[in-house]
């Protein structure tokens, strides 16, 4: 099931709450003002463990159960959490063989969270224990309307362990992949420096590699710690299923994260949530294009193409790498936000205050990207350890704080739910992510950096995106866009090149096809199997320090890359632009052969009118956005947002500071099109 | 006893000696150039166990009796020293349990010094043993006049360990401390990732947890190991106390050491030292205000309130947490500089030459801040191992070094003992800093940082200070400033309130009185318990990021704040200044309320209009000092200087560069107050 | 023997190839097409160690014959390697104890390459079984022409090992070197902080000390290392004597490498080669002068004086710390490129492509700087692990790169092989490096940017450099440049003077003759030994932090310093240039007694002013370069080089961007020396 409610016509809202932090006289009162404020969920329990087994195979459920009882009397529905994210002491110090170990080698020890290697047998074993216990307990609750497998997998770098169980799981994971040691060595190109194996249990994790160790070691390590992140979510969710029947199960999901392979792990859910804390995130995952001053700008907001994309990568998750999702129709299906940051952070190096509007401007573009919930992290401000800088709805003294009046200012009857009209596909891959990152040979580039680059000139144009898989179905796509889809097997490009020839366009970025699936380069050079598509082969590759750039001239005028530049020589494909001076002066920048356009030069001005030029044909509709005010659409509406700390007069519309507005589905700016420039 | 002159007049001086680097035909013409240099005492064998000691239980005591006898021949008076911080390799090698851990879980090894756990009880014994044996031999020796316990307590980050000793004698501390698991959890909130111990043994260093840890629990273990270290020098004390009678005991302590609470530490003390390295200190302990510009400026002094601060902290240090001192009546006793530079040091990453005149200007300046003694490190600069870059009042060549010149120009008549007319109060507290620090919210601010502003500010009015507990009893000073005592317990917002009422006026800076003294947050929020002092409420508190500024207007007209900005609600207390522009806007910013000033935006201009306005108010007379002249007071006399590197005619003084100049205790500038500006 | 070739006339060429990358069927038409391009040598399986011995004591040579029979059919040579760089992982997993420790203390990982210690009994037990099995194999192959010994030593940080067997084997090095723990004791100083052994066993490695350990201590575990290396090496050296007469010995040493005595691991070679990497370089080791600007601007060639310096040093080394050489005479033999870049590299930051001519150029300029051979690295582009990013002649798909057709563009016969005219010695010892290192005092300041910079100035003066040890026969040379031989022992002091005394001028740097052997400071403090002819004793040294200037002024004009300044105490020297400001203002920073001049100041253009007096002095030929333009002369012809990326007019010539032309020998700019200035 997508949504508990049987009818959903508009976004409903939520909170994170944690009863176990406060005194339970607070319960029902905090439930009665959740209620008031007009949220109907609440997400519980998921750090709860040692409150709920305080003692091995004591359980107090009391507490929880009375806590649940306040929340449904005032009509509350509760989303609860399986609390394996934080096994207590007593587990740990009993088997501290289920701690994982960083890249340095070190344990990682108890006194926070997600102290677990998902690898470790004895921690899978209670994992499995304590979600029969609680969903036993909670599994048929009327309140209890779906479940959240533990929380935030991968964060603070859990995704892999360096040692104990998972290093001693991994040649099994590579016996059943590749049956022999041949094939190991041969996929990994272990000839290389003599790293040829001659029995599975020589091969440990790739760390403390005296220097770097094999990237293809590296992206077997990757996947192999994704398939155990998926297998341990499985067994919860198989428990789930059994236990809690008709309700939900999800996840909540990080910004950017890169641990896993998402589409893996959401597999068996019902729907994909995440966390999304736009102004931490502007500190940490800001691309190339987004230096100090856009920082400074956007500081108490973050920055809109950044929580955009990620509101993208989750409301298409679902639909899997077949891009068929659950209805076999490939319709996403509503996704959450499932914590929505609503106050300042406590994460990040500064932690300012959002903006006035920034909560409600928020809101309304997760629901413009797709969400059905958005939830609020959390319902009162922490009073104690890791997060008491962290704000909630209620401050530490529990007045409403400022999110809190904007929340309550919402009308949600603006905010409809229904479908985003996406029919512009943005390829990602966490394949392509594992082994790009690996070998970035541009210190400032990265796979994330390239990709949202990418999505940033899609949304400078106003054309709504969907992530997609790039082993999705594209055929029903005006356009594909694949910025940095560097691993490409051959029947992925052999499906590639059967929709171009159906007639999609794509637009491919640099390094595309660079990779065969085990991680090295193609013995023929990029681009591989998807030679025959591209009409062209790689001739050279630049790679730009900071101070240098790359002309590129063509068509679309004359513009400068920086970071990368590739070259290529041409094998039926028509060039578009060319570079100008420098080592590959003269030599193709663009090219295009058929329906496939490639773009070799890292320049957010080239991209923007390579994809300009390809959607316009595709009859995409296009707008010419200025800097800071973006365009969603969903549900036949509009919204136009502004996400500067000043007004602005854009379209016909006078847009207040960090603002926005909900306007028809058909609605167009009226006083030309990109009158403020970029 | 105080000092072991009978009737110290003037400020003395002495010189940090180590005959066991030289040969011994060395020590009588050494001690005689020192005699003749005018200098009083030699502090001697720190550092000396393995000469002391050569082998487990072979003392070889000859050689420092001779040296010692060369010193007294020429009437110069001996600081022994117990040399526990470097125990010799025969006994690590024995006992390598000795040794402590660093928080990446790592043996810290022998080879450099103050390789060992304050915890290990192989450790304490040999301490003990190597104690009495020195006091059995110098205990009673007329030319010892007095001892310094160990060297440097915390230096290099050694104050605490995490693992090992200490590590196992962690759970017996918090069983002493809490009595209960329970009582502990909750004190922690352990609850909130479900880190609830249910045996005292589950408890570990807050060190490679997955990410941070519970800041509670690092609380707990900066108070425990503190008690270590105070408990390793009692043990100490009392073996001099009982064979070395009549003699002082003294520790020298450093800058900026935040490892320890120094009131625990010093309370067995006779009197606090320290050592003071003006132009290390800069690169290091700089607060923000104090960019690469001013670090350029004063590369070769050191930077004025930097050093005065710490003179002040240690002035004040033995007044103790209740401020009675050991004569019970508030009088702070004489401290020592134990180690002055005199010459380039070696451990900054840039080492400058100090400026002509600024030993001269140094020793002037700890004299007018309280000392009766500054002795120069080191005599002559060492020609081996670690520290052969750093210099010595003798070159390595014997000749003398340009320090010592200015040394033997110094007119000690000009600088009579007697006490420091301090009436503010700056209140400084450990485990304040402790917490503060460990959730700085804005990177750019400490502790220390937002402590030293106020003080700057307070200097540059020419404000003399004592540094106070926030314990102690404050009933007689002109004003209290508290710039960031963020921990306050009831007691304590008792003992504030009731001297606010009894007349005393009060500056508070951000953060006060944000902490329980657990470590969470008052559940009513700040300020808990000083809620009805204050009249007000925390509202928001907002970190700013570089480029980021808050405007803030008032009676003092507007500035700027940066870094940060908390707001409040005012519940009695009348606002003096609000924020402009931004989230804050129009929120109080300075508030009043009776004696009770709270300024909650960081600017060092608003903090000193506001210190202005309170501090007139109260009758302090003031000063409009400009950038770089400073102004102390002692024993009736005032001191002027001038910490730039080029001559300032001010006040109706010109002031040569790097100089200074003694003038009566009632002198006043006679050519308007500031003329300079700032 | 020194080449190969029975008459070699001109510069000859090879690669690096790697059949056991790539099917056997690419092994014939690869050696026709290296033989084609004008290849005679290819160097072969450092790395193959696990394709020779698959399973312990089971050799497969049958690829490699093959191999080798290709190459042989082309006429091409052969240079064989010891695998040993890479030990097979069922080696390291029966005997882990080989894998070595890093500082951190941290067992350092199979995976990659360099996995080992040098002081490992079982792992030289390995190393002289396969030199001897490959040796006997191939030793007296007729296409085998010499033997690489395995591979960059001291890459990747490998040079020591802080653990297991390097640091069980250190008390037995001491103790060979010492005799008793007294003269440990006192060599190193360890009185200082009671760091004195009583027994042999007690000394482990420097690592992990609380604080910096005893640079004494350091530097003897760097002599140590670097004996471990020289005997490791001394060990298949003697085997491929016995087995391979009549072929050469060679090792490819590293860029600016520090981690042993070069002197030492060449003395049983036959020549020495080196692997050339100018762009990467650049990145790496640009000393202070060479800021962000010239790194952009010298992004694609690398700078010309750092490439240079490292040929000069290898051309020299094979001479010997007696300056003898092989031949008695004092002749360098010709020295190799073994790996010469040719398109970008993999390993910095940034990997730019290199300029159009920039592979031309680099083999002009090894030519002329005495290479007999140029190798490439490599052949093919690596399609598999670790270096698929790193570029070859040819392309991962075989197509040849940029820099093919450069190689093809060569004409040799501008080449001819004969003598660097060099006539100025620049003084170069690994001890002094490692002492100086040690302890920097001005961060931005070490012995590498030291030396270099006094290269830089005699390149910048068109002069051509023997790169010399400190104890070699010095008395033929028109001068002696020695910028940062910080460690003379009095020896080395006595065959200086007499040199002097023979007519020899001499100028020295900053920080000569700090230091004693044992790495403590002479008691008499600076010049120790050297003072009488230096004619001075040190008087202050300065270290600058960035911002801060020293002013110069002297015969030479006025010039400011940076980083560094060190004033002199005259006993009999004159005084060129005095200091003028600041603490040193009025002392003495250039000196003269007789024919040693000292500077004391960090500034390129002091050092090159009194560095233009003293060569013009020595009637050595002087010429004012302009920047980026650069002279080298070999075999009576003149290389005339532009490394700018735009053309240039100096000299009479048009010199086009990137590139160089050859001229007589006695060639001599004609329209002005510099006219373009500096």
Redesign the interface.
């Given at each position: 099931m997508t949504n508990p409610d049987p009818t959903p016509e508009f976004l409903m809202l939520g909170t994170c709450d944690y009863p176990?932090?406060v005194p339970s006289d607070r319960w029902a009162p905090y439930a009665r003002q959740q209620a008031e404020l007009g949220l109907r969920f609440v997400r519980v329990a998921e750090?709860?463990?040692?409150?709920l087994e305080?003692?091995p195979g004591e359980f107090d459920w009391v507490w929880l159960d009375d806590a649940i009882a306040a929340y449904a009397a005032e009509g509350l529905r509760v989303v609860m959490c399986t609390?394996t994210?934080?096994?207590?002491?007593?587990l740990i110090?009993a088997h501290p063989e289920i701690l994982?170990f960083d890249e340095?080698?070190?344990?990682?020890?108890?006194?926070?969270?997600?102290?677990y290697d998902f690898a470790s047998p004895m921690f899978r074993e209670h994992s499995r224990r304590i979600t029969r216990a609680v969903a036993e307990r909670y599994g048929a609750h009327p309140a209890v309307v779906g479940w959240q497998t533990d929380n935030e997998f991968g964060?603070?770098n859990?995704s892999r362990s360096y040692g104990g169980a998972s290093e001693a799981a991994f040649p099994a994971w590579l016996q059943a992949r590749y049956g022999t040691l041949d094939a190991l060595n041969e996929a990994?190109?272990?000839?290389?420096?003599?790293?040829?194996?001659?029995?599975w249990?020589?091969v440990?994790s790739?760390?403390?590699?005296?220097?770097?160790?094999?990237?293809?070691?590296v992206l077997d390590y990757h996947r192999f710690a994704s398939d155990l992140i998926a297998s341990f979510q499985a067994e919860q969710v198989a428990i789930l299923r059994e236990l809690s029947p008709g309700r939900f199960v999800t996840h909540n999901f990080m910004i950017f994260e890169s641990g896993f392979d998402h589409y893996d792990v959401a597999r068996g859910l019902d729907f994909a949530t995440w966390d999304n804390y736009p102004t931490g995130m502007l500190?940490f995952f800001a691309p190339p294009g987004v230096g100090?001053?856009l920082?400074?700008h956007y500081?108490?907001t973050g920055h809109p193409d950044l929580v955009a994309f990620n509101h993208d990568v989750y409301r298409s998750l679902m639909l899997g790498k077949d891009g068929l999702g659950r209805d076999g129709a490939g319709t996403p299906n509503g996704f959450w936000v499932m914590e929505q940051q609503c106050g300042?952070v406590?994460w990040a190096?500064?932690?300012?205050?959002?903006?006035?509007g920034a909560v409600a401007l928020w809101t309304a573009q997760a629901w413009a990207h797709g969400a059905d919930v958005v939830s609020y992290f959390r319902w009162r401000a922490?009073?104690?350890?890791?997060?008491?800088?962290h704000s909630g709805l209620l401050?530490?003294?529990e007045?409403p704080?400022?999110g809190f009046a904007e929340v309550a200012g919402l009308d949600l009857t603006q905010f409809p739910v229904g479908p985003v009209p996406a029919r512009v596909a943005l390829l990602h891959d966490y394949e392509s992510l594992w082994i790009y990152d690996q070998?970035r040979?541009?210190?400032?580039l990265s796979y994330w950096a390239q990709t949202v680059t990418y999505y940033m000139a899609l949304r400078s144009l106003g054309v709504d995106v969907q992530i997609t898989h790039p082993d999705a179905d594209l055929s029903g796509f005006a356009a594909v866009v694949a910025p940095a889809i560097t691993l490409v097997p051959a029947d992925r490009a052999a499906r590639w090149e059967a929709a171009a020839q159906g007639g999609v366009p794509f637009v491919f970025g640099p390094r595309t096809a660079f990779r065969t699936p085990g991680g090295?380069?193609?013995?023929?050079?990029?681009f591989g199997p998807l030679s025959d598509l591209t009409g062209a082969?790689?001739l050279?590759?630049?790679?730009?320090?900071?101070?240098?750039t790359q002309g590129v001239t063509g068509a679309f005028g004359s513009v400068d890359a920086s970071l990368w530049a590739e070259s290529y020589?041409v094998t039926g494909a028509q060039t578009l632009a060319t570079y100008a001076g420098?080592?590959?002066d003269g030599q193709s920048a663009v090219i295009r052969h058929g329906n496939a356009t490639v773009i070799g030069a890292h320049s957010l001005d080239l991209i923007r009118a390579v994809l300009r030029g390809v959607l316009g044909g595709a009859g995409v509709p296009l707008l010419d956005l200025p800097e800071g005010v973006r365009v969603s659409r969903r549900a036949d509406r509009t919204l136009v947002q502004n996400w500067h700390p000043h007004a602005v007069a854009w379209g016909g519309l006078e847009l207040g500071p960090v603002s926005s507005v909900v306007l028809g589905g058909d609605w167009t700016p009226t006083e030309g099109k990109g009158e403020q420039g970029e």
């Open positions: 176990e932090h750090f709860a463990w040692s409150r305080p003692r609390p994210p934080t096994p207590p002491a007593w110090r994982a340095q080698g070190r344990v990682r020890e108890f006194g926070s969270r997600r102290h964060c603070h859990t990994w190109g272990n000839v290389f420096w003599s790293m040829e194996y001659t029995d249990a020589q440990k790739p760390a403390l590699t005296v220097t770097e160790p094999n990237p293809s070691h500190e100090e001053d920082k400074t500081a108490r300042q406590n190096p500064y932690n300012p205050l959002p903006a006035e922490a009073t104690m350890a890791q997060e008491v800088m401050r530490h003294d007045t704080d400022r070998q040979h541009a210190a400032g090295a380069t193609w013995s023929d050079g990029q082969r790689l050279q590759y630049d790679s730009l320090r900071p101070g240098v020589r420098g080592p590959l």
